[in-house]
């Protein structure tokens, strides 16, 4: 039979040990939850660093391929994460062709045909204009937020001025991508590159962000280039030239009737 005091001792040490657990647990859980915040405020940053409330651009896409070279100059509005239109602005050849984006639907109009042609989900990550990005590269019709899980890494030759995220298709969204692994500076999270790989783990192709820029109160990389992996002698390169944010913008613009307007 244990001895009364044997069993105040016993007692002492279990209460300091659950006192110790519970407070180790307390601090493993607030350390998962402010990560969590962390990591949502660096997606949600990407998410919206071309988009904010509204935003109007003039851009230049330049297109390389090992056999011929051409820049598309054109203007892009965007509202919201649902709301997107393009204007092809030069060369003559191409001038006039639009594509517009309302929630999960797309357009395209050729003003060639004078058609306006609906593309499928299917058609998401599929070239855009013959280039190297996709219509959601362009459109952003997934988020990075709602559409993927995500969580911090740390690679082989990790920079100490990069924070490095980790990002993977939900099973119900419509991505070819197996994961992206993004890479952000570490104080304003300004992306770096992100690298893109297949479901087997390829690399497929690699996002660089350059040439940090200011417009109006934003600064964001203004020069984007895509270098697919899979194919030799290709890369697309977008250039920002001029940009401005969270300014009124007509909702007229963003209607299938705008698309067929020669502007």
């Not at 100059?73 to 997107?84: L, P, Q, R, V």
């Amino acid at each position: 039979m244990a001895k009364p005091g044997n069993k105040i001792q016993w007692v002492r040490k279990f209460t300091l040990y659950a006192s110790l657990f519970f407070t180790l647990l307390f601090c493993v859980l607030a350390l998962a939850e402010e990560q969590t915040s962390d990591i949502r405020a660096v997606i949600k940053h990407i998410d919206q660093l071309y988009r904010s409330e509204t935003s109007h651009a003039d851009m230049e896409m330049h297109i390389v391929t090992p056999h011929w070279e051409r820049t598309l100059a054109m203007t892009i509005w965007s509202k919201g994460m649902d709301k997107t239109f393009i204007r092809i602005t030069a060369p003559k050849k191409e001038q006039g062709v639009a594509t517009l984006r309302i929630g999960n639907e797309m357009w395209n109009y050729l003003p060639k045909t004078n058609k306006v042609m609906k593309i499928p989900p299917s058609m998401m990550m599929g070239s855009w204009m013959g280039s190297d990005f996709t219509n959601d590269d362009l459109v952003r019709e997934s988020s990075m937020l709602n559409d993927y899980t995500y969580q911090f890494v740390t690679p082989e030759d990790a920079s100490p001025d990069h924070l490095y995220i980790q990002l993977t298709p939900k099973e119900d969204s419509p991505i070819v991508w197996g994961k992206i692994v993004a890479a952000v500076r570490s104080d304003d999270y300004i992306p770096v590159w992100q690298h893109f790989y297949d479901e087997k783990g390829k690399l497929m192709r690699v996002m660089n962000f350059k040439d940090l820029k200011t417009f109006g109160d934003k600064t964001a990389p203004a020069v984007i280039e895509i270098i697919p992996q899979n194919r030799e002698g290709h890369k697309t390169i977008v250039r920002w030239l001029n940009a401005t944010f969270d300014l009124d913008i007509d909702d007229k613009i963003f209607t299938r009737r705008n698309l067929q307007k020669r502007r």
